[in-house]
């Protein structure tokens, strides 16, 4: 469970990334589960867009990933949402709070 302090750091950190996948009226798929879940496991910190077409809030999606992954929420901002998780993976630079 993150703090204030570390999702803080964490949504700076996000603000520079571009996001790596979108999120569309085909909603969440098992694809993009694997997808988004291999992303964290090398970079632990992973945005995604939400277009408009998606048909839920960005919120209740970044909620819905954060379950299937055993992921952090970070940020729902307009349409990007961030995620974190720590990597397990060994030569992975870990993000330091």
């Known amino acids: 469970m993150l703090n204030g302090k570390q999702r803080a750091a964490l949504r700076a950190a996000a603000n520079g990334l571009d996001a790596w996948f979108q999120i ?3 909603g969440i798929s098992d694809n993009m589960v694997a997808d988004v879940s ?3 496991d090398a970079h632990e910190l992973v945005k995604l867009t939400v277009l408009r077409t998606a048909g839920e809030e960005p919120k209740a999606l970044l909620r819905t990933l954060a379950e299937r992954l055993g992921a952090e929420e ?3 901002v307009g349409g990007k ?3 974190y998780r720590r990597s397990e993976r060994d030569g992975v630079k870990h993000i330091e709070f």
């Open 24 to 26: 569309g009226k085909g």
């Open 38 to 40: 291999a992303a964290l």
């Open 74 to 76: 970070v940020a729902a």
């Open 81 to 83: 949402i961030v995620l």
